[in-house]
């Protein structure tokens, strides 16, 4: 018999670390019987439009546009720590850690968390969101931020393609951000999984898919729905 009430006791072992996740008061809201993607994002953005068309809202410390913004981005940045967290390494990411978590809120500078390799090399990680319906596009989303910083200030290597990944909820990336820009340099983590765009040697852009982890997963998002809570 199906078991929809199942935890994965390994995952609830290990916190989440992110300083935004007590900003965010309406994780029952966004989760109770949660079963997909796109149902989570539909929430989000539920949630985020009456914080935009609000004063004051008591599941948010922010409010309007900047605000609604500011939700989403909390949300996914939230979210992605629990997903590397626990998954990252079926794409090459260990020890996820949150920028946020160790440099306080107050600082960006253009990466969203840090992992390292399986031989120990830093891994750089920016986190976007995105919806069903939308393509990540690298000149709207300050992609190229995230490439410059990723490899002025954390040392990544000019030629790795294992070491620079961009997380979003996005549907899926545009075709031009997936093969025509930072020599296929980037991987991308994604709603949609794809063997990537071809470049003229050969070697593909790989899109990892978020589907693969917590698509027709019970356990995945009540376990979620428990670690926010803790």
Aim: hydrophobic fraction near 35%.
């Amino acid at each position: 018999m199906k078991n929809d009430n199942q935890l994965d006791n390994d995952m609830l072992a290990t916190s989440i670390t992110h300083p935004r996740k007590v900003a965010v008061k309406c994780w029952d809201v966004l989760l109770e019987k949660c079963s997909s993607l796109s149902c989570f994002a539909s929430r989000i953005e539920k949630q985020a439009g009456i914080i935009e068309k609000s004063e004051k809202v008591d599941f948010f410390d922010k409010y309007g546009e900047d605000g609604a913004n500011s939700f989403k981005g909390d949300v996914t940045e939230v979210f992605a720590e629990y997903v590397l967290k626990g998954y990252g390494r079926t794409w090459g990411i260990y020890n996820y850690v949150p920028f946020f978590s160790v440099c306080g809120e107050d600082q960006d500078v253009g990466v969203d968390g840090t992992g390292k390799t399986k031989d120990g090399r830093v891994i750089t990680v920016q986190v976007k969101y995105g919806n069903w319906s939308t393509a990540l596009d690298h000149i709207k989303r300050k992609l190229r931020t995230f490439h410059w910083t990723s490899i002025s200030k954390y040392g990544v290597g000019t030629t790795s393609r294992d070491q620079m990944f961009v997380f979003t909820l996005a549907h899926d990336i545009n075709w031009m951000t997936l093969g025509g820009h930072f020599h296929g340099r980037l991987k991308f983590i994604a709603q949609e999984e794809s063997g990537g765009i071809y470049l003229p040697n050969n070697d593909p852009t790989e899109v990892c898919s978020l589907k693969s982890v917590c698509g027709n997963n019970p356990t995945f998002w009540k376990t979620f729905c428990e670690m926010v809570k803790a």
